[in-house]
């Protein structure tokens, strides 16, 4: 049985070559890239950029706790997982955050790495400085840290 992962937060660009790279093997059938991207645009504001700051160690462990979750919830033999989050300054068209999942199926990759976004979303603590045209910024209100 074959479980790997990969978690960090980077203070460098993130590059999805090395996830390619951690996932890539011949007993997995499917392979998913999620990718996030600073866009242009967020509630009618014109976004030159973001601010990402984080508690690195407390991301480290939402990531690793998340994982051990989905692991456990989907029971998977053979998996490999990579996930890698930003920290600074991120410029349009950046990636923001990298995860890549490889399993024996793709409906099981699918979940998997649906699963990880949408709980590192309500959990980790990750906060975003918008950055604007006008030369404004403002931090984006998030979600409250869960305790456990």
Known sequence: MLHAKIIDISKEKIEIDKAKKFIASSKFGASIYFVGTVRDQNDN???T???YDSHDALVVKSFEEIYKEAETKFKFENIAV???HIKGYASLGDTSIIIAVACKH???AYEFSRYII?????RTPIWKKEHYENNESEWLKGNSIQTR
């Open 118 to 122: 949408e709980e590192i979303k309500k």
């Open 82 to 84: 990579f996930i890698e």
């Open 49 to 51: 950029g973001i601010t």
């Open 106 to 108: 793709r409906a099981q």
């Open 45 to 47: 504001k014109k976004v």
